[in-house]
């Protein structure tokens, strides 16, 4: 049993014992306060030091709440829109209007699925290039009427395979990076669960890019990198802590502008405050981008990713 | 001995004979032939017409007008964000990687003229480190993008790139979004952008830069394609045509304006480029 | 008689009730149904949920708010510029369809209120020539896309039609381009444009202003396609699926935003529209 | 046999009378003379009293030069580019880079096949969604280095199809319509041979708008016409006359801008004759096309589609 279903078990009983506390003549409750100090104490002990290993689990766990989830809990009015008008219409990127605190945005998120059913609907949240192309058709939409883009990553990656290689998915992610770039209208991508390479960055450049406190975002996947670096399918953790997926680390690096806290025990724990502290990032965030002119905002965009990188000048011989 | 360890940059210098013995066995056709005799035929084999890799000082030999090429490289090499270390530490991988290849960094980044129409020119290197693309690589490409606009020349870039530098995790990813983002610079100039893709052009090269060409050729028997055999067949386990991520999948499924054999490249990127700028 | 051959020109008017018989036999269930519940349920069958035909006025009155309406066409009809003759003179086709239909053409025109929001929405009268789009479609719907901007509201058009206006032959086909350029002023003045397809929205129409929605909707059980079946089939031959060119295959196939039942429609139109526009 | 085949017969007894005349001891030199000008003439009175019906079966003529002909004999540098960089590679639609007498040109052709061969890669010059696609991109090329456009007409028709359904070829013609409604550079659209409704106008929004003098521009085919309206297969003749399809009568009913003469006979009695022709009127328009900014450009454009229809105005009541 892991440590954090040792503890899960512990809230159960907890429970239990309350249960039994509203009956009559039994009076727990002095005991049940120790228990929950407790309770509280060893998660903060757990969460507080969380291995990178242990936040790709949380990111991934089954229980974490997906795109739709966050829509429905910060968004109103949300109004979906389907298709890439080309060929398809990819169930893994969920798109949309909506309205933030009065404001109307294009909503776009990666979706993943809980059931057998749904995760075949939602193509385990691996996009096809036909939901790059929908999500480029509402960022011009977007565009066209001036509403901010909001984009919800959470994706092992883009669907690899035949299908999707017939229908150019490089060119479907380049374009969308292309469009990105120059998009008239403020954009903040927030990693809500897994950031999958290419497949993440697909929708992800942005003014301002946050990330909830567990996800991760990567360049390949703590299994993948342990098997074609390390040679050793089993070094996964050791593989994680090298990668720095971790939101953290990935603020201390300046490449994300905000950690947004999850509650202990991860987003799951209660997925409406998590989407509350989302929703407040996201306010905050998106009044300090529409202080902007459309080429104030495109010109520090521009500046941003012209500038992003790591590397060593020589001396010139 | 890492050659760039001491912060000293040497500018790539094409007009270096290397030495080599004179003699190699063609795999195709078995034949023992000169090797200076394959070196002047595109690395060609004269018997069987089989391609042998060219490094990228090679292809650019093959591609510009002889005695062109002025390396115009920010002087720059690969740093250690993350301070990674899988088998072996990601400085030790780079040091290496400069030994075998004589380069600072996977890409080669200059002027030339290719049928004495001046161009700039990127050549990524293969052998290092699969021509991955690191944070050099991106500044280098945006470098280049941008000595295009301040020239008023096109840009050229030949791909040969496995995709991910992983050791430099999300600066790697952060290369795509910035390789893109200025690319739109080129556009707004009305700057030409031709994209070469070579054996190979895969992953965050496939979909960033490389894809964004405003004419696309592929020479001849390069593969071209996002997601490699081996994570196709880890993820989902599908049977897989013949023909998969071949120069003629890519041309049949739209992705590229053509497929050039090598002995015609620079004749063809010449003609090309002849019709986006002003010629007399 | 043509109702409109003397030039006068009949404003649409919602409020004239249409006498007509009290009963109607249900095709789908086979009831007797009342005519008027039928109509005042959008000309759904109370007892098995199936859909008649709606006009275009009974459609207007389903979508927009009671007494809302004001026709804003323009006070024309259409002419004869080929002399066509078939089995039958063009003439003489146009005032058959105008005395079947009360309507000056095939399309009307207005302002109204959706869920209180000020639009201008144009609708198409399949029974009108099957709602094919000849120059005085062509000119209404332009007309309505610039009043939409002039009064800084948002555009519907609701499509039926069967596309080309064969009798006009290439002025048909100018139409096509003519909607085409007039809506890229919409998005160029930042006006929506909803355009809502329901039965059947095809050819010409459907390859111009029917696919130039920056939201598309269908109506539940609409058919959508550029070639009709027959075409298919006497060019081809081809096998097409039971659910070819239905809503269905519109939605698989990204044609589409979404496909909503006609009880539905009003409603989210209005709330869609509220989106685009500032409320309150 | 028609009047036509009669008299390629003439023509080629001429040309054996000729071969004779070429021997030692024989003279025909005179009677060769008067049967030319017998030929002429009655070719003359053929082909200047062609039936609508006529006109269409030479606008489809087997030997009547295609795209790829014109191309190679108006254009230099041809460089042909292929790809719609979504799915496919349309070879109905032949795109690519060319100077015209030194201007860099982009050109869009619609390409028939002759062999039974030729016609299954060209798919009998029935362009898919892809095509359409392709041109587009083609298009945008164009804006980008304001490279003025170039496009030759000669399609059945858009290929009616599952796989043409499947790509949403009206989206692929409308956004087309879209496109060069806005584009940014001169487009000059020439119908060569059949312009086939909205497969054909899907490349022929245009500032200028050329047919050679025996091209037809309809909505329908004649056969079609005849079947569905006339419910008479045979009535073909009727039909044909009834669309007004002719150059000649577009020019007057003033929707297309010029008539491009093709030689007795028609294009394929003489196709360089006929490309140097089309070349000259090519050159005229676009040398007074480039004489406007973009911003005139577009707005004659803009005016020349808005104004366009035929209706009769009536008293508002
Ligand atoms: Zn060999
Ligand atoms: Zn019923």
Redesign the interface.
């Known amino acids: 049993m892991s440590d954090e279903q040792t503890l899960d078990l512990l809230e159960t009983k907890i429970k239990e014992l309350r249960e039994l506390n509203k009956m009559d003549g039994i009076d727990l409750s002095s005991e049940i306060a120790r228990l929950e100090a407790k309770l509280t104490a060893l998660r903060k002990e757990l969460y507080s030091n969380l291995s990178e290993w242990e936040r790709v689990k949380l990111a991934r766990h089954p229980a974490r709440p997906y795109a739709l989830d966050y829509i429905g809990m910060i968004f109103e009015?949300f109004?979906?829109?389907?298709?890439?008008?080309?060929?398809?219409?990819d169930q893994a990127v969920v798109t949309g209007?909506?309205?933030l605190d009065g404001t109307?945005v294009a909503v776009i998120g990666q979706q993943k699925g809980r059931s057998m059913e749904e995760n075949k609907l939602r193509n385990f949240g691996m996009p096809r290039?036909?939901g790059y192309?929908?999500a480029r058709r509402i960022m011009r939409?977007a565009e066209?009427?001036?509403f901010p883009v909001i984009t919800l990553i959470d994706t092992p990656g883009?669907?690899?395979?035949?299908a999707?290689?017939?229908?150019?998915?490089?060119?479907a992610?380049?374009?969308n990076?292309?469009t990105?770039?120059?998009l008239r209208t403020p954009i903040i991508s927030t990693v809500i669960g897994e950031g999958g390479?290419?497949g993440?960055?697909?929708i992800?450049?942005a003014d301002r890019i946050l990330m909830l406190e567990n996800a991760i975002?990567?360049?390949?996947s703590p299994e993948?990198?342990a098997a074609?670096?390390?040679?050793d399918k089993e070094r996964v953790r050791e593989?994680a802590a090298?990668?720095?997926?971790t939101a953290p680390r990935?603020y201390e690096?300046k490449?994300i502008d905000e950690v947004v806290p999850e509650p202990l025990g991860g987003a799951h724990k209660d997925p409406p405050k998590t989407a509350a502290a989302l929703k407040d990032a996201l306010l905050r965030h998106l009044s300090e981008l529409m202080e902007l002119s459309p080429d104030e905002l495109l010109k520090s965009?521009?500046d941003r990713?012209?500038g992003?990188?790591?590397?060593?000048?020589?001396?010139?011989? | 001995m890492a050659i760039f360890k001491d912060k000293n940059y040497f500018r790539v210098d094409l007009s270096k004979e290397p030495d080599e013995s004179l003699w190699m066995r063609c795999k195709s056709c078995g034949e023992l032939v000169f090797k200076r005799r394959i070196r002047e035929n595109n690395n060609i084999c004269p018997n069987c017409g089989a391609y042998f890799f060219l490094t990228a000082k090679e292809r650019l030999e093959s591609l510009i007008d002889e005695g062109s090429f002025v390396d115009i490289s920010k002087p720059i090499m690969d740093d250690d964000p993350l301070e990674f270390t899988d088998t072996k530490p990601y400085p030790k991988r780079i040091e290496e990687a400069q030994e075998k290849t004589g380069l600072a960094s996977a890409i080669i980044l200059g002027s030339a003229t290719v049928s004495e129409i001046p161009v700039v020119i990127g050549v990524m290197e293969f052998q290092f480190i699969g021509g991955s693309m690191g944070s050099v690589m991106g500044e280098q490409i945006c470098h280049g993008m941008e000595e295009a606009i301040r020239r008023r020349v096109p840009f050229i870039l030949v791909s040969s790139s496995g995709g991910a530098r992983v050791q430099e995790g999300i600066f790697y990813l952060m290369q795509m979004a910035k390789v893109a983002t200025v690319r739109t610079r080129l556009a707004e100039e009305g700057i030409p952008f031709i994209s070469v893709m070579t054996y190979p052009t895969t992953g965050g090269v496939l979909a960033s830069i490389a894809s964004l060409g405003d004419v696309i050729i592929a020479e001849k028997g390069a593969t071209i394609g996002f997601a490699g055999r081996r994570v196709i067949k880890d993820t989902i386990a599908e049977e897989l045509p013949e023909n998969f991520q071949t120069d003629a999948f890519a041309l049949a499924h739209g992705a590229i304006d053509r497929v050039v054999p090598r002995e015609d490249l620079k004749d063809e990127l010449g003609k090309l480029l002849s019709l986006f700028v002003e010629v007399g």
Chains 1, 4 share one sequence.
Do not use: C
């Not at chain 1, 109004?79 to 890439?84: K, Q, R, V």
């Not at chain 1, 090298?242 to 997926?245: F, P, Y």
């Open positions: 009015d109004y979906e829109l389907h298709g890439d008008r080309l060929s398809g219409d209007l909506a309205r109307t290039p036909q192309r929908k939409l066209r009427f001036s883009a669907y690899p395979g035949l999707a290689e017939e229908n150019n998915v490089g060119e992610i380049a374009v990076l292309e990105m770039a120059r390479s290419g993440a960055i697909a992800g450049l975002y990567s360049v390949i993948g990198a074609i670096l390390w040679k593989a090298a990668l720095n997926l990935l690096l490449v965009r521009y990713y012209r992003i990188g790591r590397y060593r000048t020589l001396t010139d011989k």
